[in-house]
C-alpha cells in the first residue's frame, strides 16, 4: 500500500504558473487589448484613518507606463503631494516637508505608481512570480503569488481561486520610517470602461489603518504632461 504522505503527494492538483495566475487576473479584468487602451487615469476618493479621526480628499492621476502624481486634501492638515515621472520619486507636505525617495523605496513608488501597468508589463518591474500554495484569505481559497522584483522586499500577492481577482497583498514596504511591514485589502471591484478596477484599499501599516474609497474614475483623460513634472523644491533636494 502506498503510503499517505506519498499519495497526497503525487495526487495533489498542480498549482498555475504566477504568470498564469496575473494572466487570469488581466482576463477577468477586462483582457488584455481593454489594457493595451488604457493610457491614462484620473482617480478622486476620499481617505480615512478612522483610529486618528482623520479624513481627506484623494486624487490619483496615473499615466503608463509608471507616472504617478497623488494630492490627499487633509482639513486642518493641509495637502500632502506624492509623485513620480518614472524616474524620480518624491513626496511633500507641510508637516514634513519635500523628501526625494532613493533605493528600494524609489523603486516600490515607481512600480506601484500605475497598478494596471504594473499587471500588465509586470516583467518590467520583477524578476520572477511564482505561486506558492493556496491560502484562505476572509473565508476563500487563493492562490499565493510571491513577486520578487528587480530592488526591493518580495511582495506576496493573494488571487481568489474562484474569480481570480486580487484581494490581498503583503511584503515590506521601505519608507522615511525604514522597514515597514505592511498588508492591503483589495475590494470592492466595479467597471470603470472596459476594465473592472478595485474601489476600496484598506492598507495596514505600523499598527496604523489606512482606508481609499474611490467614487469616480475617468478612463484616457488628457493630462497635461506638466502634471509629472518634478516640483522646483524637489529639483532643488536633487542638485
Keep these: 500500500m502506498m503510503p499517505l504522505f506519498l499519495a497526497l503527494l503525487l495526487f495533489a492538483p498542480e498549482l498555475p504558473s504566477g504568470e498564469a495566475v496575473i494572466a487570469k487576473y488581466i482576463e477577468v479584468t477586462g483582457g488584455r487589448a481593454a489594457y493595451d487602451k488604457l493610457h491614462t487615469s484620473i482617480s478622486t476618493g476620499k481617505m480615512s ?3 486618528q479621526g482623520i479624513e481627506g480628499k484623494v486624487t490619483i492621476y496615473e499615466a503608463e507606463p509608471a507616472k504617478n502624481y497623488t494630492t490627499v486634501d487633509i482639513p486642518g492638515i493641509g495637502i500632502v503631494e506624492d509623485g513620480t515621472d518614472g524616474t524620480v520619486a518624491w513626496e511633500k ?3 514634513q516637508g519635500a523628501r526625494v525617495k532613493t533605493g528600494a523605496e524609489k523603486a516600490f513608488a515607481i512600480r506601484s505608481a ?4 504594473k499587471f500588465r508589463d509586470w516583467k518590467r518591474f520583477y524578476k520572477s512570480v511564482e505561486t506558492a500554495g493556496v491560502e484562505d ?4 481559497p ?3 503569488v510571491i513577486s520578487t522584483p528587480l530592488e526591493g522586499a518580495p511582495e506576496i500577492s493573494y488571487y481568489d481561486k ?3 481577482l486580487l484581494v490581498k497583498e503583503t511584503g515590506i514596504m521601505s519608507s522615511a520610517m525604514g522597514e515597514v511591514p505592511f498588508e492591503t485589502d483589495i475590494s470592492d471591484y466595479r467597471k470603470e470602461g472596459d476594465l473592472l478596477v478595485p474601489h476600496k484599499v484598506t492598507q ?3 499598527g496604523q489603518k489606512m482606508e481609499i474609497v474611490l467614487d469616480s ?4 483623460p488628457e493630462i497635461p504632461k506638466v502634471r509629472f513634472d518634478i516640483p522646483p523644491d524637489i529639483k532643488a533636494l536633487i542638485k
Design 204 to 206: 495596514t501599516f505600523v
Design 162 to 164: 474562484t474569480t481570480g
Design 137 to 140: 484569505v476572509n473565508g476563500k
Design 93 to 95: 507636505s507641510a508637516l
Design 217 to 220: 474614475m475617468k478612463i484616457n
Design 114 to 117: 500605475n497598478s494596471e501597468s
Design 49 to 51: 484613518m478612522p483610529a
Design 142 to 144: 487563493c492562490y499565493k
